[in-house]
């Protein structure tokens, strides 16, 4: 398997907090995706990081990426109602389009 | 708008019955995926087309073929359908391990 610990979550924050989602992996990586998923919809990247990063920011997103410890993380800021859903990380093992999903972190945010 | 496409959303079907899920795409990405997504084990590649004609298996092909005859269409089959199928089937388009754009699913259940 691609994935080290489990990275299947479910955490339930309140709408102002901030939340963080980490995700680790086993082989190398050129790039780690975040991706979002709300209910009944298909996942949509939110952010990709490359492996000459250490970290994103767009808007009250915030992914950092540590190569040496092969794993990346993804913060919420202020989270709102709206940021509630599922948030996957994809690697890419090698370079030929292939991806390879995490089993996600649930994310429920509760006004 | 870049779009993915899937038809249909949602299939019924006995064990035995012949399946085929379509996806298309409006950005002409020469590289397009087969996805399934189970509960707890995120996303699963089925089959990867790199362009028209030529595809490949992904992590798990076993029940499945596709067709690929025209770059903006993809098609998934499952030739006698089995009820460990039921699953919700996801259509990408990207290239490289550039951002992937997804479609909304299909909600497959094989009675």
């Known amino acids: 398997s691609q994935w080290g610990e489990e990275n299947l979550q479910a955490l339930s924050i309140q709408e102002g907090e901030d939340v963080t989602m980490n995700c680790s992996y086993k082989?190398?990586?050129?790039?780690v995706h975040w991706y979002r998923q709300d209910s009944g919809r298909g996942p949509a990247l939110i952010i990709l990081?490359?492996?000459?990063?250490r970290e994103k920011r767009s808007g009250r997103l915030r992914a950092t990426l540590d190569t040496s410890s092969q794993s990346s993380s993804l913060s919420i800021t202020a989270a709102q109602c709206e940021d509630t859903a599922v948030y996957f990380c994809a690697t890419a093992p090698s370079s030929f389009s292939k991806l390879v999903f995490g089993q996600g972190t649930s994310l429920s945010v509760v006004p | 708008d870049m779009k993915v496409t899937q038809m249909p959303r949602y299939l019924i079907k006995r064990m035995g019955e012949n399946v085929l899920l379509e996806c298309g795409q409006d950005?002409?990405?020469?590289?397009m995926y087969w996805y399934r997504q189970d509960p707890g084990l995120g996303l699963q590649l089925i089959y990867i087309s790199y362009d028209v004609d030529s595809n490949s298996e992904g992590d798990i092909p076993k029940g499945y073929r596709v067709s690929r005859k025209k770059r903006e269409h993809f098609s998934l089959i499952l030739d006698s359908a089995k009820t460990n199928q039921t699953s919700v089937y996801f259509c990408?388009?990207?290239?490289?391990?550039?951002?992937?754009?997804f479609g909304p699913g299909t909600r497959l259940t094989v009675l």
């Open positions: 990081i490359r492996s000459n990063e």
């Open positions: 950005m002409s990405h020469e590289t």
């Open positions: 082989t190398y990586t050129t790039v």
């Open positions: 990408a388009a990207g290239t490289g391990v550039a951002e992937q754009f």
